[in-house]
């Protein structure tokens, strides 16, 4: 099965990432030493994204505390998501206009992440079920929650 180079800072970019050029990391056999190389290739990609922004810092003062205000979230229901260092982190919102959500889900990657640990042991050795539960790199605090 092809691999799908896929990233929400690519998909649909938020904040400034559609100013950086960086390469969504893909491997093509899906094993555990892909998913340790696909790490690696994180790590440079992310170097370069923070080289990248580090040039664009403009002159002058920085500013050391914001403004404190509280958000609004307007009436009805809402999706965000952002990529995140273990996958796609999202956020489900109903409000009722009222300073406080009516409520929200938060899409941990990780839980998502667990799902895929079935199928890969499958026909492998117990002691292979270690290596990949650590190359799933799984919270476990996010997926007990």
Known sequence: MPSVPYDVRRAEPYSIYDRF???????????????????????????????????????????ATKPAYQVRVPAGEAYGRVEGPKGELGFYIVSTGKPTPWRYHVRAPSFINLTAFGPICTGLKVADVVAVLGSIDIVLGEVDR
């Open 21 to 63: 050029e960086f390469d969504v990391c893909v491997r093509q056999n899906g094993d555990i030493y892909d998913r340790l190389m696909i790490r690696f290739d994180e790590i440079r990609q992310s170097i370069r994204i923070v080289q990248q922004a580090v040039k664009q810092l403009p002159e002058g003062a920085v500013m």
